[in-house]
């Protein structure tokens, strides 16, 4: 991408409302901070997304169950889990002109970034979304949106595992909506107040929890990097002792470099038996593990990869977006691999008549459609519906033209080099699948021996 810094990311907020991948929420009222709505190709980008994580962590293995939990729980389980008690920024407000209001951590020095006035001492600010569950507002109906999806599966460990023939180590994988109260947002889609989360947690022997979590910070990275994000762009970045949240004996941060520096993109947890022990003390039930073979009784120990579907989807944008001059002009190309493309196949009639032509290419678009994610698109001239489809990631373009008629043929271009190479209609689809590739992998990558 031949801009840096914010104009990168402007250029692509443009894109992204323009084209109907990201809209500012509520716009015609105004807008609500850090609050967005996904348009038709968004919605497409983060399916993507959201079934290639599934399939990775789920489908393709048989020690991983997925459970959907309730977003409302209750209020017990975040007084255990400590989100009540702990789950909250510094915050310190501008006491000059501006009166905005910042988390302390991401400033530097002690004056307001806005208008240079000076600050109040920071002051904890808890995130969970507060509301009233039932018709009385009062204090023994409050009940939180849950600031993640994990505590869900920690809850539910007991009764996944009676229900299901699995034994420890396994995982309980989740995807799903949370909601943070955050001070300060920015940088578009990245810190949003409504975000959707990818969580799995692995529950293993005390013994071998480090290893596990060797384990999925390399299989984890290794998946970024499957979804086509630059390997420089991408690194595994261990947290000091100062930041490591509480409960946890390690963790790491696969970041990636966004225009304004490297960011978190996913980050990995070895959370110990914090979870369970707390639940179990708290609710008075037994939430142990029995060995099967020893007939040890013990608390599982945990190993937490977590990750935005947000995250992903800017990276992917931002890595993804190339401009370059074509015959001198600027043709602007979002080079999104066929796995995560909105559109994987683009079936354009050269013109809307005669009516045979676009009949034809109707029922071409029909065919192609059961195996590929496409698009039927017979508007403005070849070349401006050849720049949309650049500009929108889809890999291939099949024109039917005049001649399509006669030799029962087609063109297929493609996005990246722009060449074009002439198809029968009989083997269209086969020569599509051979240009796209496979999506996914065949196989579980070697995990290591559960011992």
Not at 4 to 28: A, D
Not at 55 to 83: C, K
């Amino acid at each position: 991408m031949p801009e840096s810094g914010s104009n990168r990311l402007e250029t692509l907020v443009s894109l992204c409302k323009r084209r109907g991948f990201v809209y500012p929420g509520s716009e015609i009222y105004g807008g609500l901070n850090a609050i967005y709505d996904f348009g038709p190709l968004g919605v497409r980008l983060r399916r993507r997304i959201r079934d290639l994580w599934w399939r990775e962590m789920v489908e393709l293995r048989d020690d991983v169950e997925g459970i959907e939990a309730a977003i409302l729980m209750n209020p017990a389980v975040w007084e255990a889990s400590g989100h009540l008690g702990s789950f909250s920024d510094p915050m310190v407000d501008c006491l000059g002109e501006c009166h905005q209001r910042f988390r302390a951590d991401h400033l530097e020095g002690d004056r307001c970034p806005n208008c240079g006035g000076p600050l109040s001492p920071p002051r904890q600010f808890n995130l969970m979304f507060k509301t009233f569950f039932g018709p009385v507002e009062d204090e023994s109906a409050v009940v939180y949106l849950r600031p993640e999806t994990a505590q869900g599966m920690f809850v539910n460990f007991k009764q996944v595992l009676a229900s299901t023939r699995q034994r420890v180590p396994f995982g309980i994988a989740q995807i799903g909506r949370s909601f943070r109260n955050e001070i300060s947002t920015g940088n578009f889609i990245f810190r949003l107040r409504e975000l959707e989360m990818m969580e799995m947690e692995w529950f293993c022997s005390p013994a071998d929890d480090a290893r596990w979590f060797d384990y999925w910070c390399e299989q984890r990275l290794s998946w970024h990097r499957s979804l086509g994000l630059g390997a420089e762009r991408l690194r595994i970045r261990p947290h000091g002792e100062d930041e490591k949240a509480h409960y946890a004996l390690a963790s790491s941060d696969i970041e990636y470099l966004f225009p304004w520096g490297w960011g978190e993109l996913e980050g990995i947890a070895r959370r110990g038996d914090y979870d369970l022990r707390r639940h179990q003390e708290f609710s008075g039930r037994d939430l142990q593990y029995v060995d099967p073979l020893s007939g040890e009784h013990y608390l599982p120990f945990v190993v937490e990869p977590a990750v935005g579907v947000d995250r992903i989807f800017l990276a992917l944008l931002l890595d993804a977006y190339d401009e370059e001059e074509v015959r001198g002009e600027r043709r602007v190309v979002l080079r999104l691999r066929p796995e995560v493309a909105p559109f994987q196949v683009a079936v354009l009639p050269l013109q809307r008549k005669p009516p045979e032509l676009g009949e034809l290419a109707r029922r071409v678009e029909s065919e192609l459609r059961r195996s590929f994610a496409t698009e039927y698109d017979d508007t403005q001239s070849i070349g401006r519906r050849y720049r949309r489809q650049d500009e929108i990631g889809t890999p291939l373009a099949v024109t039917i033209d005049f001649g399509s008629l006669e030799d029962h043929a087609a063109t297929i271009r493609e996005r990246d080099s722009m060449e074009q190479v002439r198809v029968g209609l009989d083997q269209l689809g086969e020569a599509c699948r051979e240009r796209l590739g496979q999506v996914g992998s065949s196989a579980v990558r070697g995990a290591p021996d559960a011992g």
